[in-house]
């Protein structure tokens, strides 16, 4: 059974740091595509980041871009978000997620719906 934990949330204070880990069991994720996406309360689950199963490239939402930093390492099968200068409007429910599906271009990286496997979330508050 696959299966996605993520680690990591708490509370920070605006100009912080946090950094998320999801850990992946049930098969090897080293070809796989992995994404964060994160949905505050009343709003919609948008993308954060995503990075392609080789780690060549990585992809940012405009609003973390310079501040969050995605990484992969395949030998422990786990992703770590590291999110720096954290800003209250950072606070949400963070999601990992992963596929082995291949994407043609960056458009599909930002799109949840492509993703096949996902985790239950962990909480991130920023206070300012």
């Known amino acids: 059974q696959v299966q996605l934990v993520e680690s990591g949330g708490g509370l920070s204070q605006a100009g912080g740091s946090l950094r998320l880990s999801c850990a992946a069991s049930g098969r090897t994720f080293s070809s796989y595509t992995w994404g964060w996406f994160r949905q505050a309360p009343g709003k919609e689950r948008e993308f954060v980041a995503a990075i392609t199963y080789s780690g060549d490239s990585t992809y940012y939402a405009d609003s973390v871009k310079g501040r969050f930093t995605l990484s992969r390492d395949n030998a422990k099968n786990t992703v770590y978000l590291q999110m720096n200068t954290l800003k209250p409007e950072d606070t949400a429910v963070y999601f990992c997620?992963?596929?082995?599906?291949?994407?043609?271009?960056?458009?599909?990286?930002?799109?949840?719906?492509?993703?096949?496997?996902w985790g239950q979330g962990t909480q991130v508050t920023v206070s300012s």
């Open positions: 997620a992963a596929t082995n599906s291949y994407f043609p271009s960056t458009y599909y990286y930002t799109r949840e719906k492509k993703f096949d496997y």
